[in-house]
């Protein structure tokens, strides 16, 4: 089936570490993106990438790093520096540029920071 | 760049009784128009989308919305909600390089 695979589902980390949430997708997207989601706020950008080696910074990026190394994997690295890292995270992708088209999403990463 | 703003965040309504839930965009060129669903448990899923041409967009599970550009609005409706209808709703804009979502609406259809 064609779509976008997050994992894991859940995970727990201790406080000060670093984790890495993967990304992959068959969808021959070019275009990849992480968001954010926490009660009340909505989805915030945090990276996006319009094409394989090459990313930009989205609206909360701050403590968070990506890397594009292949079209179809797009994982996000949370930092020690990110000050509130618990929360869910989505990824998505859709063809390049984003206009005129939908976004896909995956199923999600619920991050719990301990 | 293109922001959105949803009006309602706490919805609860009686079964069968009718839903529209606002959506408001700001301006930034091309407007691509999105309402997507966030079911318990389940992932994020597009329920309809605006590009262009007939401003009344009818989408999935008897949901529709409306364009109407003098009031940079997109709002969503259904006639008749069911239980199964409880969920999160986002509205969400392309910037033209990311979607760009409201911060949601949290239904709850009550029996």
């Known amino acids: 089936d064609g779509g976008i695979t997050q994992s894991p589902k859940y995970l727990f980390r201790k406080e000060g570490q670093n984790v890495t949430l993967s990304c992959e997708q068959n969808l021959n997207h070019d275009a990849m993106y992480w968001y954010r989601q926490d009660p009340g706020q909505g989805l915030r950008l945090i990276y996006y990438?319009?094409?394989?080696?090459?990313?930009q910074k989205g609206d909360i990026a701050e403590g968070y790093s990506v890397s594009r190394e292949k079209k179809e994997s797009f994982p996000l690295t949370v930092t020690s520096a990110q000050k509130n890292p618990t929360a869910f995270y989505l990824c998505?992708?859709?063809?390049?540029?984003?206009?005129?088209?939908?976004?896909?999403f995956g199923q999600g990463t619920r991050l719990t920071v301990v | 760049a293109q922001s959105v703003s949803q009006h309602n965040h706490h919805v609860i309504l009686s079964e069968a009784a009718s839903l529209e839930l606002g959506c408001n965009y700001s301006y930034g060129g091309t407007v691509n128009l999105f309402w997507y669903v966030q079911y318990p448990g389940q992932h994020l899923q597009l329920l309809l989308k605006?590009?262009?041409?007939?401003?009344l967009v009818k989408g999935i599970k008897g949901f529709e919305a409306e364009f109407i550009k003098s009031k940079f609005s997109f709002n969503l409706r259904k006639p008749s909600v069911q239980w199964s209808d409880t969920a999160e709703y986002f509205c969400a804009t392309n910037s033209g390089y990311a979607l760009n979502f409201g911060k949601g609406t949290s239904l709850l259809v009550t029996p």
């Open positions: 998505a992708s859709s063809i390049s540029p984003p206009v005129n088209t939908e976004a896909f």
């Open positions: 990438s319009q094409i394989v080696n090459d990313f």
């Open positions: 605006y590009f262009s041409g007939d401003p």
